[in-house]
């Protein structure tokens, strides 16, 4: 008999999914975004004599918090070794 938590034949259970490429490479993908968003506005843009966009703070905090958080684990991940760093548990 089946348990209930048993992935039926031909489904996909969502762990087996994180190898999926965008699950690896949303956060450096946002972070590369963060990192143009930033010199364009505020460097490249006043030095075309044009005006920078004025952008929320909510903006940055959402950002700069995806990108922290994900620091914040991957440094506590290299720093100790039995850190479990497998998304799938």
């Not at 762990?15 to 993908?29: G, K, L, M, Q």
């Not at 966009?53 to 684990?73: H, K, Q, R």
Request: glycine share 10%.
């Amino acid at each position: 008999m089946e348990a209930e938590t048993d992935v039926p034949k031909g489904a996909s259970a969502p762990e087996t999914d994180a190898d999926h490429w965008p699950s690896i490479i949303w956060r450096p993908f946002i972070g590369f975004c963060f990192g143009v968003t930033f010199l364009g506005n505020y460097f490249v843009l006043p030095l075309m004599k044009l005006t920078p966009a004025t952008i929320p703070a909510e903006a940055w905090f959402a950002i700069g918090g995806i990108l922290g958080v994900a620091s914040f684990f991957r440094g506590k991940a290299q720093a100790d070794p039995n850190v479990n760093t497998d998304p799938r548990g």
